[in-house]
């Protein structure tokens, strides 16, 4: 009876706890007083922030606000251009090319760790680079990025590479010839021969520098543990689901731009130009991987910014493609910007069922009806595709069509009967991978398999979180799988190199392709310092992958991004990760709800 | 000496006690017809096409020729609720047949031998039952997805509909064969046993001939209410992926549906929700109903 | 007293061991080698030897008697099974393949948000589901207990999935009652307005079975001899009822509340993945869509020994209310 009555009496006040909070609760608000607070959404898990390993946008996304490279580019000028970051000015390069003096800037400090002694960051040296970059050598870190970087180009850099292979435990300290700190401000990289695109990839993300102390204090849990020079830092540990970046106490006084292209100018991302920054104190972030949730969040303002899942999509715009009044009403802007970017199905060419039957490849490639796709999945804000080089990046080729991206179901079956002649039968169930679990990949997949059977062919499909689909990429482990890539700068090299040879995984080429003839090509272009005259090699390479198909190219991406109008100095950035520093959320508009 | 089983005259009032009821009866009507839908769609005489995509028909609200509606690639709901039907009662039914076996047989046995027969079995349920229930489908789904045997020299490959009646079915015995267990242990020691080994029975005819009769309404009993919890286990483990794969399944449905509420779709949530709703709510009157009227402690009584 | 809970201790020993042999057979025997998994396709025959001898996948799969006899204890000894038990028992259980973090840091971090999930649920839930039992075997056969029927028998029907879906897409998107997902960083305060709406939702869920159920139990109860024999000495029927029917029900009541609490691990499972709660429930479900075996395996044995600790924490509240038990 007593048993009873202590039930009732903490059942009710719990009850009674929980049904109130309607009438206190509302959507967040930018939080307590005084304090500015940037709320962002993710739709996977991170991998991991290991520089050196950061090779997907989600981990960039929020690596970007941690990481600081040497160079960069301008936040608001069009066309793009680079401007020194933790570098002091550009690199004296010497008459033959081979040599690249960096000074670094002065006062840049990392932020306070436990890793550091007595907690507090210190000075940024070029020793810092140093040892990043002998991180991503480094065999035993199976980093995805060595091999398109720095591989061939720097002295003594490869030869560290086979070492690290050799010993039980990789000396940092060895010395390589080609990356000296003649002071602690300066950084000499030495080449073996000239490489046109190092400035670019000294603006990416994974050349970030890493500390010694933190190295030595986390080893291998330094995933887990970013310590970097940017503008915030991480509290809390990133693999729940949600989590924090403060501000950076020790980020050295950086200005907003006051230099912008005339349509960003227009919109207003100039009113701050002049003043410091960060102005966010604050970063929340939510790891969300189902849609719905995440949208729901987004109309009751708990994130600033998100993109538009597609069953959404016809009640927030209207048929001509502008934001519907309803949402302008709630305070709701739109940015559409065309996204250097392909999307594609691609063949692991060392399997022997896809990788040997070019029919095959093909035949599959006119069997996907790219149009309705680009219709049911995203809601036309696509373009179907000619090859791996994407709008917006020279060299692309609007009018040169690709006869393999049209829908053909007949001429797919004929080429399949082909296929089947080289496979000596029937080909077998074949193997589709897709990096999500969620409900709208299972459609896609779906769709895929429904394409396929159309064809003739059975698809088993495995669907996997975004960790384990790169594991299983970097093992070769796929047979076809779906992917998509986004420039990391304004050259069709960086698509390009996605197939030449030497770069097979566990590199970025997942396809593991690899051809002689444009091995070749991929050389011959990439040593002519002037970019117009790689065009014309980029275009014969572009030929080659269209024949040989192996990606089924599906789309280029249009983006329509949406953010609430307290989210001020929000502008998408194709290469740029690190921009909520000029961000900034205004706490005076009422929450759209 | 005969034995004391359940009379034909047990079995037949019970029905038509469990029958008197205007409830027991219209439920067991509609149980027929999903039990009939399902047995259409497998034999796939003239069942409705599901499969069929249409691009152009997404998302149409239920009409004449979609009743109830289409799905995002243009595929009838209606058909595909249809299918689901099957998927769900095939499930169900194999993986209560399976559960019955295996309850049956191991509690049979551990009644009627005791001893270390009857420990052991006694310790494997108990550990079985000490894993929480969806713990353990979906431990056990998880685990059979996709696998391939070699078993006597051929092989054999269970995939999705298989792996899934399999989990369930290895998983759901162990009610059955506690009750089972209890109730031969309780026969074992009456005079019509005890005479009929001193007659010289073999343990097995006496198991099948004396006590197994007596122990059958538990059976059916367990039957019709488990029935109902592996419709919901499937539905669940269709929903977290664990499930039928490439064929409709109401969990699917309801994956999809969560998706679809926003365009303002809420056809196929309707469908697959309904579907569900009504089998369960008959099978629960109707298994009450059953247990109400087999149970001999409750008969007799007015409630 | 004592012994009786010394004896009920014990008697997990060989459960424990049947579950750890359980979790043995389905995720190292049928599951397979871990290693193709790890390394992947296309790695060569001396990579995949490499792997097996350092996670320890080369010792043999059971223990050999051979080897026993032989007198090579040690040899004995080092054998798969020996060391799955080893360190499911010491709940040292790796590192998930997916994120490679510590699986024991990992469940340590979960078990507060499923806590603070299912521990409300399962008193609010329990209490609102014997209070509405009660009062309808107080009125037995009114209006109020038959509608109370209906209303459960419909509420099981329901698929719990659809509660949630629309429980979350109207109450909390539409309306803005709730906040729509998420779990607050810090345990404080904060949680209650988190966890509200998926503990109402899973009291919602469970309500129409555990009414159903408890009625019946305290019906039963009611038939007793005791029940009439109090009516006949003139006893008002609330004095029957919460008098002695109460007292007594709490009997089979504790014994059967443990029929109620796999409830809370379903409920847990999906209740935190569409709330996003990082409790173990969500870690399940992320296993399992991302194949992480190590994970899965863990779960099934912890989830196992929460469970036998509820069972275990009820005899013993059954052993305090009737001390009975204790001399069987």
Request: charged share 20%; net charge neutral; hydrophobic share 45%.
């Amino acid at each position: 009876m007593k048993l009873w009555l202590i039930l009732g009496v903490v059942a009710l006040v719990l009850l009674g706890l929980f049904l109130s909070v309607p009438f206190f609760y509302r959507p967040a608000g930018v939080g307590e007083e005084g304090v500015m607070v940037r709320r962002a959404a993710l739709g996977a898990k991170i991998r991991g922030l290991d520089p050196h390993d950061i090779g997907d946008t989600t981990s960039a996304a929020v690596g970007g606000q941690i990481f600081e490279t040497l160079y960069t580019y301008a936040y608001l000028e069009r066309p793009y251009r680079l401007l020194p970051q933790l570098a002091e000015d550009f690199p004296e390069i010497s008459e033959d090319g081979l040599t690249y003096t960096i000074p670094i800037r002065r006062g840049v400090y990392f932020a306070d760790d436990p890793a550091f002694p007595g907690g507090e960051g210190r000075e940024l040296t070029a020793d810092d680079f140093i040892l990043a970059w002998k991180r991503m050598a480094d065999l035993n870190n199976r980093s995805t990025n060595y091999s398109s970087i720095f591989a061939g180009y720097v002295e003594g850099l490869d030869e560290f590479r086979a070492y690290t292979a050799e010993v039980d435990r990789v000396d940092y300290d060895l010395p390589v010839a080609g990356l000296r700190a003649p002071d602690p401000h300066t950084l000499e990289i030495r080449l073996v021969r000239p490489h046109n695109f190092l400035l670019y990839w000294l603006a990416h993300l994974p050349t970030a520098p890493v500390a010694r102390e933190a190295l030595e204090k986390y080893g291998e849990d330094l995933v887990n543990h970013p310590v970097g020079t940017g503008p915030f830092r991480l509290v809390g540990n990133y693999r729940s689901n949600r989590f924090s970046m403060v501000r950076n106490e020790n980020f050295r006084r950086e200005l907003y731009p006051d230099r912008a292209a005339e349509e960003l100018a227009e919109r207003g991302l100039l009113e701050d130009a002049g003043r410091e920054i960060p102005f966010i104190d604050r970063i929340e972030w939510t790891v969300i991987e189902e849609a719905q949730p995440l949208w729901l969040a987004f109309l009751a303002g708990k994130i600033d910014s998100s993109g538009i899942p597609k069953d959404n999509f016809d009640q927030v715009i209207t048929t001509d493609r502008e934001l519907s009044p309803a949402m302008k009403a709630r305070g709701i802007r739109l940015i559409k910007a065309e996204d250097p970017s392909i999307f594609y199905y691609g063949f692991n060419m060392e399997d022997p069922v896809v990788g040997e039957n070019r029919p095959l490849r093909q035949a599959m490639s006119l069997a996907f009806d790219r149009e309705t796709y680009i219709e049911t999945f995203l809601n036309g804000r696509g373009m179907v595709p000619t090859g791996p080089i994407p709008p917006m990046i020279p060299g692309f080729r609007e009018e040169k069509g690709n006869p393999y991206t049209r829908y053909d179901l007949d001429r797919a079956r004929g080429l399949l009967e082909e296929a089947e002649e080289i496979a000596g039968g029937p080909i077998p169930v074949l193997r589709l991978a897709m990096p999500g679990t969620d409900t709208t990949a299972r459609q896609m997949g779906e769709y895929f398999r429904i394409q396929m059977s159309r064809l003739g062919l059975e698809i088993e499909v495995d669907y996997m979180t975004w960790p384990k689909f790169q594991d299983a990429a970097k093992t070769r482990s796929h047979q076809i799988f779906s992917l998509g890539w986004l420039a990391d700068y304004p050259d069709a090299q960086n698509f390009l190199l996605l197939f030449y040879g030497p770069h097979r995984s566990p590199g970025p080429n997942s396809s593991n392709y690899s051809n002689p003839e444009f091995d070749a090509l991929y050389e011959e272009a990439i040593a002519l310092a002037d970019p117009e005259e790689r065009i014309p090699l980029y275009h014969r390479m572009e030929d080659i992958l269209i024949e040989d198909c192996p990606w089924i190219f599906t789309t280029y991406r249009v983006i329509y991004a949406l953010y609430h109008d307290r989210l001020q100095n929000y502008y998408p950035h194709d290469f740029l990760y690190g921009t909520m520093k000029f961000q900034r959320v205004r706490s005076d508009l009422p929450d759209s709800l | 000496m005969t034995a004391p089983e359940k009379s034909r005259n047990y079995w037949l009032s019970a029905g038509r006690e469990v029958l008197r009821r205007p409830r027991a009866a219209v439920s067991l009507a509609v149980i027929l017809f999903y039990l009939a839908v399902a047995l259409w769609g497998f034999t796939g005489w003239k069942t409705p096409d599901w499969e069929t995509e249409n691009f152009e028909m997404a998302y149409r609200p239920p009409s004449r020729a979609h009743p109830f509606g289409t799905d995002i690639y243009g595929r009838d709901v209606l058909a595909k609720t249809v299918y689901g039907t099957r998927v769900a009662v095939s499930v169900a039914l194999t993986a209560s047949v399976l559960a019955l076996v295996i309850g049956l047989v191991l509690g049979l046995l551990a009644g009627y031998f005791g001893g270390w027969i009857d420990d052991l079995i006694t310790w494997l349920f108990s550990t079985l039952q000490s894993i929480p229930y969806i713990l353990l489908i979906l431990a056990f789904a998880f685990v059979l997805q996709d696998r391939t045997f070699t078993l006597f020299g051929a092989e054999f490959r269970i995939r999705g509909i298989n792996a899934v009646s399999l989990a369930l079915g290895l998983t759901g015995w162990v009610g059955l064969c506690r009750l089972i267990r209890g109730e031969a242990i309780k026969h074992r020691e009456r005079e019509y046993v005890l005479a009929a080994r001193a007659l010289g029975s073999s343990p097995g005819r006496l198991i099948v001939r004396q006590i197994l009769p007596n122990v059958v309404h538990l059976a059916v009993i367990t039957f019709s209410l488990g029935f109902v919890s592996y419709i919901h286990a499937e539905v669940i483990l269709s929903f977290l992926g664990l499930g039928v794969k490439h064929v409709p399944s109401w969990g699917v449905m309801i994956d999809d549906a969560k998706l679809e509420l926003f365009r303002g779709v809420w056809w196929q949530l309707a469908a697959a929700t309904a579907a569900i709703f009504f089998i369960s709510l008959t099978l629960h009157i109707f298994g009450d109903a059953v247990r109400d009227g087999l149970d001999p402690r409750l008969r007799g009584e007015r409630r | 007293m004592l012994s009786y809970f010394i004896r009920r201790i014990l008697y997990l020993v060989p459960i424990l061991i049947g579950i750890a042999l359980i979790t043995f057979l389905l995720f190292r025997v049928v599951g397979g080698d871990p290693v193709d998994r790890v390394a992947g396709r296309y790695a060569t025959e001396e990579q995949k030897e490499e792997l097996r001898v350092q996670l320890g996948f080369d010792r043999p799969l059971w223990p050999q008697p051979g080897r026993l006899l032989a007198g090579d204890l040690d040899g004995f000894a080092r054998n798969q099974l020996f060391g799955h038990f080893a360190s499911t028992f010491t709940f040292r259980f790796g590192r998930s393949e997916q994120y490679r973090r510590s699986i024991s840091e990992m469940i340590r971090s979960g078990a507060g948000p499923s806590l603070s999930l299912t521990v409300p649920a399962f008193i609010i839930g329990l209490f609102l589901q014997i209070t509405i039992a009660m009062l309808c075997a107080f009125r037995r056969n009114s209006r109020f207990d038959r509608t109370v029927v209906v209303l459960s028998v419909l509420g099981i029907s329901v698929p719990y999935l659809a509660l949630i879906i629309f429980g979350q897409a109207y109450l909390a998107g539409r309306w803005g009652l709730f906040p729509i997902y998420g779990y607050p960083e810090r345990f404080g305060f904060s949680v209650v307005r988190y966890v509200a709406l998926p503990v109402l939702l899973g009291v919602a869920a469970g309500l129409g079975a555990g009414v159903r159920f408890y009625r019946t139990v305290i019906l039963d109860e009611t038939r007793a001899d005791y029940v009439r024999t109090a009516r006949a000495k003139g006893v008002g029927e609330g004095g029957v009822m919460f008098g002695h029917v109460l007292k007594n029900a709490l009997i089979p009541i504790i014994t059967q509340v443990v029929v109620v609490i796999p409830f809370l691990f379903l409920g847990s499972l999906l209740l935190e993945r569409f709330f996003s709660i990082p409790g173990l429930g969500f870690m399940l479900v992320d296993a399992v869509a991302g194949a992480d075996w190590p994970v899965i395996n863990a779960l099934t044995f912890v989830g196992a020994v929460i469970y036998l600790g509820a069972l275990l924490v009820t005899d013993l509240l059954y052993a305090l209310v009737d001390p009975r038990v204790t001399l069987k």
